[in-house]
């Protein structure tokens, strides 16, 4: 085993000046570390756990001994909520909910509180989805609001937003990044007002900004929509950008020392191991310049969980759950190993140990070493028996979701596109029948002269880095045939969509204190050394 620097020094190296001992946003600010925390549990060894009213796919947030915590309810998305609760003992301490500023179907198609909330001494400000960001005082009183789907337009994404707001200590940062016209916004903590914003491409992310700071500078930082782009906090200005990159709008990027960490998806028909897009920048050498690329990774892929560094390891994982882990230095691959189940939440960092939350509520630890040393394997609650919502109310209505049926069943038809009209021509012998549902659906609208065929302008944007791996005859055009088997591929890759996206699923979690506050759709668990 490789010598591993002390946890102390890796924890001091990555963490900006405005992070603290709390967990206080989105992956601690980039850097998922923490120290001091259980290995070992069981389900009758939780220290608590609680039932949420509404639903929500963000992280925790905590700060001293107040956790907080944001949902969306209602069918329709009707309320936004934010709740207080006690680390000691789970309960709960206040709550604040204000009427949505938009009403949208509340199911598993599209994102339901997904971005994490962030917190200072000051305050816990929150954004939904809807539109609604939200700032109140530690202790529940209002400080502002604003609705920013009436200030920048409608959010156009089919799946909805899901990143989560950056800070330091005046600011908010947040990456409104979607099919219309996108935007990073500096936001003011003190009163809600904007300072400025920065046009960025448009296109679908989930991808959250980090803030870096250090002896030379400091930035804001966004990975998303085939590059890492660099923005200068107090302007707005570019810094520097690494273009190139495919896949990197779901994973957000990890900073440890002078190293960026870059995550990215294999992209939708790409072949595995055909991007090179999970990297290491350096980034003591973006002084007036573009950082140096240190290292591709050749195999080793982010979906859903973004990267984390235990000493000298970083750690990415794929969608299927298998764990790559690299050298941070060079890249090279130690190991993979296929985890218990898939991962959805990024890992936790804690002393020599990597924590690993399997979206089945099983959380395997292992040791931060050259190769895969299982510590221990804990459960959250009883696999034969995992506790169903008893707060939570789905929306029902037809082609929205999959209701409150047993696994498998659904009112949704055609969310993947997953009939194309046979051989493309319609029963009565008229102009072929389009590839139906979510993406397929999006890209013929753009279809002009109604022939069936996508050519040039007619393949939106977001869509033609793609284009290289669903036309097959390699004509720059989309036939029918390329569409059809487009769309059986795609229905093929969304078969268990329903039946994996139901709760209990565990979407993120934060350490404070020896604690772990671990998240699934509609319910909180603490678990302490």
Not at 118 to 139: H, K, R
Request: glycine share 10%; charged share 20%; proline share 5%.
């Amino acid at each position: 085993m490789k010598n591993l620097i002390p946890f102390s020094m890796l924890l001091a190296a990555s963490v900006s000046a405005t992070v603290h001992a709390d967990w206080t946003s989105f992956r601690n600010g980039g850097t998922s570390a923490a120290s001091q925390l259980p290995v070992t549990w069981s389900p009758d060894s939780v220290a608590w756990q609680l039932e949420l009213d509404g639903y929500g796919q963000s992280t925790p947030a905590i700060h001293g001994q107040q956790v907080f915590v944001a949902s969306v309810v209602g069918g329709m998305k009707e309320h936004c909520l934010i709740q207080c609760i006690n680390l000691t003992d789970g309960t709960e301490a206040w709550r604040f909910q204000i009427s949505s500023a938009k009403q949208t179907p509340s199911n598993y198609m599209a994102s339901r509180a997904a971005p994490t909330p962030v917190v200072d001494d000051n305050g816990v400000y929150v954004f939904f989805e809807t539109g609604d960001l939200v700032a109140v005082d530690l202790s529940g009183k209002k400080l502002w609001h604003r609705d920013l789907s009436e200030e920048f337009g409608d959010f156009q994404n089919n799946h909805g937003l899901g990143s989560s707001p950056a800070q330091n200590d005046s600011h908010l940062f947040l990456n409104l990044e979607h099919k219309g016209p996108s935007y990073l916004v500096a936001i003011r903590k003190a009163n809600g007002a904007s300072d400025w914003k920065a046009d960025r491409p448009s296109g679908s992310s989930w991808s959250s900004p980090i803030v870096v700071d250090n002896d030379r500078s400091s930035q804001v930082i966004v990975s998303s929509a085939g590059a890492v782009t660099s923005y200068s906090p107090d302007s707005g200005e570019q810094l520097w950008a690494v273009d190139g990159l495919d896949g990197n709008s779901v994973p957000s990027p990890t900073v440890h020392a002078d190293k960026l960490f870059v995550g990215a998806r294999l992209p939708e028909f790409a072949e595995e191991g055909s991007i090179r897009s999970n990297c290491c920048l350096d980034l003591s050498t973006a002084t007036g310049g573009t950082p140096k690329v240190l290292w591709r990774a050749q195999k080793a892929i982010s979906d859903y969980a973004s990267p984390v560094v235990v000493g000298e390891f970083v750690y990415f994982i794929n969608k299927v759950g298998v764990l790559h882990c690299l050298d941070v230095t060079t890249g090279d691959m130690h190991y993979l190993k296929r985890l218990k189940s898939p991962c959805w939440a990024t890992p936790i960092a804690s002393d020599e140990h990597l924590y690993l939350f399997c979206k089945d509520g099983t959380v395997q630890v292992v040791e931060a070493a050259d190769e895969f040393k299982l510590v221990a394997t804990n459960s959250l609650w009883d696999p034969a028996s995992p506790p169903k919502p008893e707060n939570y109310v789905e929306f029902s209505g037809r082609g929205h979701g999959h209701g409150h049926g047993a696994h498998g069943e659904s009112g949704h038809s055609q969310a993947s596109g997953e009939h194309s009209g046979g051989k493309g021509q319609s029963e009565s012998g008229g102009p072929p029948r389009r590839p139906g549902g979510g993406m397929i659906a999006a890209l013929m609208r753009g279809d002009a002269n109604g022939d069936g065929v996508l050519e040039g302008d007619e393949i939106s944007s977001d869509f033609r880095p793609m284009l290289t791996r669903v036309d097959k005859n390699g004509d720059g055009k989309l036939d029918q045939a390329e569409l059809e088997a487009m769309a059986k591929s795609f229905a093929e890759r969304r078969a268990n969509a329903q039946s994996g996206a139901r709760d209990p699923i565990v979407y993120g979690a934060a350490a404070s204190d020896g604690c772990l506050v671990i998240r699934t759709g509609t319910r909180l668990y603490c678990v302490r050394k």
